[in-house]
């Protein structure tokens, strides 16, 4: 099945592709608020503290007794330390755009 971009209907596997301006996701996507994308930018700040911990717990499990081998206890670390790093990006420029709509507001 071809999909084009401005297709919006079941998937293959049976999910819904929001790409065409009729679709319900699009409709949501206009409607939000400043305050939609301040509450956001507040979860993805709780977001990336939680996986900040995670990856501090599992450099510490190291020096404790912990089931996981070296390799995958490093590989689960890094794991979170790279979603972390894609959660601050997204956090960041999402605090970018609120700060310039917030001075074009003004």
């Known amino acids: ?37 301040r509450a956001r930018n507040a979860r993805l700040d709780q977001l990336s503290l939680g996986l900040a911990r995670e990856a501090q717990l599992f450099s510490v499990a190291s020096k404790i007794n912990d089931p996981l081998l070296y390799l995958e206890r490093n590989a689960y670390r890094h794991a979170v330390q790279d979603a972390r790093a894609g959660v601050e990006k997204a956090r960041v420029t999402l605090a970018k755009a609120l700060a310039r709509l917030e001075s074009a507001g003004r």
């Open 1 to 37: 099945m071809v999909v084009s971009e401005f297709y919006c209907g079941p998937h293959p596997a049976g999910r819904l592709l929001p790409t065409s301006r009729s679709c319900t996701a699009d409709a949501t996507l206009a409607s939000m608020t400043m305050e939609d994308l």
